[in-house]
């Protein structure tokens, strides 16, 4: 499971300049779903103990799932067939217990060769109990058959945080009166799901083989888990596809599409690698998902297991309620991944193409055998994302996007007292959070800084050729990193991933006054109930017309002092690999940290740490002592030191006003969007000076940069920036039409009411912006115009199929009936009569 992809966004020094600032929480607005990276589950009130969660206790084995699948569009129900084979796991049993949630059985039967026998079961509390005719001993296996009808829809409760819903198998659109969405039936097993659809054991323990036969419309495309055996005609305008997963994988993993998707077939080593979207995103399949060839040779190769499974397919479902899902051979991404060449110049949807691979080894071939162990999956996947990052872009820009997951677990705050495993939870929702994805992630990485690369990753392969197709916990990776590296890791994985906290760092540099030397004061300031943390930290030593030192020193006490006496010593940059996990506080002078922001040699976070010193120094002081420094900086091969240079810009308005045509240069030329994006912002603090360049951006090939510039415009000349903004009114970007939308809310821009028309509903997560946007735009009209967009919001609240469409035009009218009824606006009576109507037209549809 992978959160939802997001925009790249720099990241943002302390003290942002207000564009910036706002450029931000322009972000985060357009994101209504889930980002897991920054999931906060508060702390429930309940004064119930939380319960502890072992693993769910086997009496029967699924070996494998036999299906039967037809779908009611009109009642969205499935009915299904279900032929399961089971044996005992260990001692002999006289019933089986299959979870079965919002079913109505029809049929429950042993088949033993041709013989049908009936059998006895009750249903209760999402729980079939099927009486045995005979007690079966553990060399025994016998097989139930299930008629049934799945009801999803009827299904009470609500998801989590993380997988916003709980139905398990959602019909989009099916009756096709949204004319901006398709209409589609997909799954989602993660957690305990997809005992929603067909009667399983549905816990992350159990392991089965399958088939799939899945009746759909002829003109159809489905997808599922292992290979397509065969598509045959069924009754007329339908036919039934044959789908057969041969290897071992947990329930919970099974997984369906139908739609209609276009196939852009590709390979590695001779199996399929498939590629399935709308019609309309097709021609960009080998943008979009081109490298996944070379990413699962990589892994194949790191590993040192290749690529298991018998194929590997992606596919782009609508309203999907998370980011993405490892179903094994079958990924389902949510809509976002899919976009044209030119939005792809934004934001390529690597990373959460990466982190579902990498689940098909940790989390599909090696299972967690119960939630609580959840991190075994989800802290390989996350760290996946910096494995690839790391062979494809470098050292630096894995660590870019490697610190913004640790700072989404250092905000997190009230989970820093919380051990990644944990047993005790009321939902395993709970459990998808910064602990298992960013804090996991980061672990590992300071596991292969502590170990060498040679030893880490021999225990992964260890792990993975050890443990294939069956479900661990967390000692079965410990066990396999010591027999990798012949270390006792008991203390670390205790320590790190068994416990809470995270080691806080106090740090002085005391320079000597007669000799090139220094003394480091080293305190962990963490609260003492987290305990003192073992850490190895790497520290480099700045020479000067020398090469660096790097050398390792131990921090385990509350306090310690490190002289360091090396010749031609200058400074020290300490953890220069940025491998803790943890948050370093350090005090040394600004010549220390200007050697250390001018360093190529050192990780990413630790040059962060030198550019977040300097963006909280006095401006003059930086320009004096840093202004050439930052101009280089600024032309760096890098993209990610030039964009920190240019937030640096925009912390202090001496160093932009110093580095303007740097800056200039930056916004028409530099081959990174984002960079070009950001220098637009820095340009932007210079006033209307800069309008000529806002206008020149609005050509830019990037729809980011477009889009930044002509909210920039807006700020600064709105007139102009109207002109311009109706030229973009058609392209087809999200979030330029966001931008737009909120520019003519903003601006109180009349008779755009054809223009909200013709994106209402549109850019996938992108709508929910665009429909905040109009109904603010709505609330600016007057008179006749106001009738017009009243009318225009009912016909799409009418039509769409956003489920929760009504309840946020519910909270709208009720914000616009109550601003009217205080301002007492003239000639409202009738307006008031219209929004109360509609308003209670919606609360009866809840």
Request: proline share 4%.
């Amino acid at each position: 499971m992978r959160k939802l992809a997001i925009l790249f966004i720099p990241l943002i020094l302390s003290g942002g300049c207000k564009l910036t600032k706002s450029s931000d929480s322009k972000e985060q607005k357009i994101l209504e779903k889930v980002i897991l990276e920054d999931v906060v589950i508060k702390a429930s009130n309940s004064a119930k103990p939380v319960p502890f969660q072992p693993m769910a206790n086997r009496m029967a084995d699924l070996l494998h799932t036999r299906l039967e699948l037809n779908f009611n569009l009109s009642n969205q129900t499935v009915a299904g067939k279900a032929t399961l084979k089971l044996k005992p796991f260990a001692d002999p049993i006289t019933n089986v217990h299959l979870d079965a949630q919002g079913f109505e059985l029809l049929h429950v039967a042993e088949l033993k060769g041709k013989d049908t026998v009936n059998l006895n079961y009750s249903y209760k509390d999402q729980v079939i109990q099927i009486n045995l005719a005979a007690t079966k001993s553990e060399y025994d296996t016998f097989v139930v058959y299930i008629d049934y009808i799945a009801k999803p829809n009827q299904i009470k409760g609500q998801g989590g945080k993380a997988i916003t819903d709980n139905k398990g198998l959602y019909f989009i659109n099916p009756d096709g009166k949204d004319p901006n969405k398709p209409t589609q039936i997909w799954t989602q097993g993660e957690t305990r799901h997809n005992s929603c659809w067909f009667p399983t054991i549905d816990e992350p323990a159990e392991k089965h083989t399958s088939e799939f036969f899945i009746t759909i419309p002829e003109n159809w495309v489905s997808l599922s888990n292992g290979l397509l055996i065969s598509s045959k005609p069924a009754t007329k305008g339908f036919k039934t596809d044959y789908w057969k997963q041969n290897l071992p994988h947990s329930t919970y993993l099974s997984m369906l599409a139908v739609g209609d998707f276009k196939i852009t077939k590709d390979s590695w080593r001779g199996k399929e690698v498939s590629y399935y979207l709308e019609p309309d995103y097709h021609r960009y399949a080998r943008t979009i998902f081109g490298k996944t060839p070379r990413m699962i040779e990589f892994f194949s190769q790191l590993t040192g297991v290749a690529y298991p499974w018998e194929k590997f397919s992606q596919v782009v479902a609508r309203d999907f309620v998370s980011g993405a899902m490892e179903n094994t051979s079958a990924v389902l991404h949510y809509e976002g991944v899919q976009h044209s060449d030119r939005e792809h110049l934004d934001k390529p949807q690597d990373d959460i193409i990466v982190h579902e691979l990498f689940h098909h080894w940790f989390g599909d071939l090696v299972t967690a055998r119960s939630w609580s162990q959840l991190p075994l999956n989800e802290s390989f996947a996350s760290y996946g994302e910096y494995l690839w990052n790391e062979h494809e872009f470098g050292y630096r820009t894995a660590g870019y996007h490697f610190e913004r997951s640790l700072n989404a677990y250092i905000r997190s705050k009230h989970k820093h007292k919380t051990p990644p495993i944990r047993y005790r939870y009321r939902d395993p929702d709970e459990l998808f959070d910064v602990l298992s994805y960013q804090k996991g992630a980061r672990i590992l990485h300071y596991l292969r800084y502590q170990l060498g690369d040679s030893a880490f990753f021999r225990g992964i392969r260890f792990y993975l050729t050890t443990h294939a197709f069956k479900a661990c916990d967390i000692h079965d990776l410990r066990h396999a990193f010591e027999e990798a590296s012949g270390r006792d890791l008991t203390a670390f994985f205790d320590r790190w991933f068994l416990s809470g906290g995270h080691p806080i760092l106090d740090i002085e540099h005391l320079e000597a006054t007669n000799e090139r030397s220094f003394k480091l004061v080293i305190k962990q300031i963490q609260d003492s109930s987290m305990g003192i943390f073992h850490l190895p930290i790497s520290v480099r030593a700045f020479r000067e017309n020398l090469p660096d030192s790097v050398f390792c020193l131990v921090s385990e006490t509350r306090y310690m002092e490190q002289e360091i006496k090396i010749e031609g010593l200058l400074s020290v940059c300490v953890d220069e690999n940025a491998a803790l996990p943890g948050q370093l506080f350090e005090k040394k002078s600004m010549q220390a940290w200007l050697t250390q922001l001018g360093s190529n040699q050192i990780a990413y976070g630790a040059f962060l740490r030198a550019a977040k010193e300097l963006a909280n120094r006095d401006g003059e002081k930086v320009k004096t002592h840093a202004g050439e420094l930052i101009k280089s900086l600024l032309h760096s091969p890098e993209w990610t030191t030039r964009l920190q240079a240019i937030n640096l810009c925009l912390h202090h308005s001496s160093l932009n006003d110093l580095l303007v045509s740097d800056l200039q240069n930056l916004a028409r030329t530099d081959k990174e969007s984002r960079v070009r994006a950001e220098a637009l912002v820095a340009l932007g603090g210079q006033g209307k000076s800069q309008l000529p360049e806002l206008i020149f951006a609005l050509n830019d090939s990037s729809y980011q940069v477009v889009s930044t510039a002509i909210g920039l415009l807006a700020s600064l000349h709105a007139d102009t920036a109207l002109l311009f903004a109706s030229r973009l009114e058609h392209e087809p970007s999200g979030e330029l039409q966001e931008t737009l939308s909120d520019i003519y809310a903003g601006k109180r821009t009349p008779q755009k009411l054809n223009y909200f028309k013709s994106v209402l509903g549109k850019f996938g997560l992108y709508r929910h912006a665009i429909f905040r946007n109009f109904c603010d735009y709505l609330s600016t009209l007057e008179g006749q115009e106001t009738m017009n967009g009243l009318s225009l919001l009912k016909s799409y609240v009418q039509q769409s199929s956003d489920k929760d469409l009504p309840l946020k035009t519910e909270r709208f009218l009720n914000k616009w009936i109550k601003e009217i009824e205080q301002t007492k606006k003239q000639n409202s009576e009738l307006l008031l009569k219209e929004l109360k109507a509609l308003q209670e037209k919606l609360s009866s549809q809840e």
